[in-house]
């Protein structure tokens, strides 16, 4: 059979004008956008609130923890509030009797929060709020002053300081059923104070020579019984802090090299209490599989949003050019939510990081075209703050739903 004079190309070039002077035109391929930006919603405030609001943790459920201040006359009245991100509606975290003014500290997973409450700036007390929003006193020690509650884990174990007549900190530990439990100082030391626990029990902050001797200040850690150790320095760090416990004992906080006057190295501790310096930056937080969230520096010393991976290597993420940028935290998919500024710092742009690194900005509120974004949990709730457009540039609370 005689073969075809029409080159096999050109046959598909021919049906294919067929199919479309039948069809219309074929449509061009686009980039797939991904999935919308969450939706921005302002926090709702309690009707004799001020413009001032602001979050500070959020978990898994969706609720969020943070505070207002009432307009009340004669009167300084801040206000802790848990907000539902599902219903967008609050619950007011009452002071104890008597008193007139509310603080947060912290919430688990359970909606559980704790703080203070106070009667003025120098007459405070350690709370736990119920879901209701009730107050329940903790328990301060003997000839203190007052205190605040600033942790509590999935166990229900709240961690904060009490303070005495000259008002110096000590830690202090209150386990679920409320009892309290003194944590001790390095020997010599005479102030210290908490900073996290995880849900093993374990409790980091710092304990500080400041009366006697030469003054001193270390970072550390107590065990579930309250034994207190002292974290090692890697080689070439004389100053270190701590910010976060995993569940499985890795810490990470700041560290300062010997000569330098900043905290602006990520020291990292492992489980089994070796440290690392893994290199110049400033963290802020840790997820549980250990990768590290917060911000690197260029040559310029100018801040550009980052992350660490477990085996120290370095992620520099994406921004708007021209600006410094900070990661405030991770969850486990990945997602870094954090904020882009210029040189007017009060007034930034809210950002998403995808796994890749790459930067989304997200859509701003209602009230103002700046925003921050600061938290961001498992279902992908990111919460945040409006920046009010004008010369005092106050936070007002919001979230970004999917």
Known sequence: MAGSSTPRTAALTAAATAVALLLGPVPAATADPGPPLPTP??????????????AYSLN??????????????????????????????YTTLEPLPGETGTRPGAMNEAGTAVGVSFASLTDNHPVRWALDGTPTALE?????????????????????????????????????????????????????????????????????????GEPRKRAVVWSPSGTVTALPLPPGIDV???????????????????GSTELDRVVLWAADGTVRDIGEGRPNSITNTDTVVGAAFDAARSLHA????????????????????????????????????????????????????????????????????????????????ATLPD????PRAMVWKP
Do not use: M
């Open 60 to 89: 898994n459920a969706g609720d969020v923890l943070g505070e207002c201040y009432l307009s009340i006359p004669g009167l300084f009245a801040p206000r802790a509030l848990r907000w539902n991100t599902g219903t967008l509606g």
């Open 140 to 212: 301060l020690p003997a000839g203190a002053r007052g205190g605040g509650a600033n942790g509590i884990n999935n166990t229900g174990v709240v961690i904060g300081d009490s303070y005495d007549a000259v008002f110096r900190p000590l830690p202090v530990k209150w386990r679920a059923d409320g009892t309290r439990v003194a944590l001790p100082l390095l020997d010599g030391d005479d102030t210290g104070a908490t900073t996290a626990v995880n849900d093993a029990g374990f409790v980091i902050g710092w304990s500080e020579r400041r009366l006697s």
């Open 391 to 394: 010369a005092q540039s106050l």
């Open 240 to 258: 270190a802090g701590v910010y976060r416990i995993t569940d499985a004992g890795v810490i990470v906080g700041p560290g300062r090299r010997e």
């Open 306 to 385: 980052a992350y660490w991976n477990p085996d120290g290597t370095r992620t520099l993420l994406d921004g708007p050019a021209g600006q410094q940028s900070t990661a405030r935290t991770i969850n486990s998919a990945g997602t870094a939510v954090g904020t882009a500024t210029g040189s007017d710092w009060d007034h930034g742009t809210a950002l998403l990081w995808k796994r890749d690194g790459t930067a989304v900005t997200l859509p701003p509120s209602s009230l103002s075209p700046y925003a921050s974004a600061s938290l961001v949990n498992e279902s992908g709730v990111i919460v945040g703050h």
């Open 41 to 54: 919603h302002l926090l709702p405030l309690p009707a004799n609130a001020g413009p001032l609001s602001t």
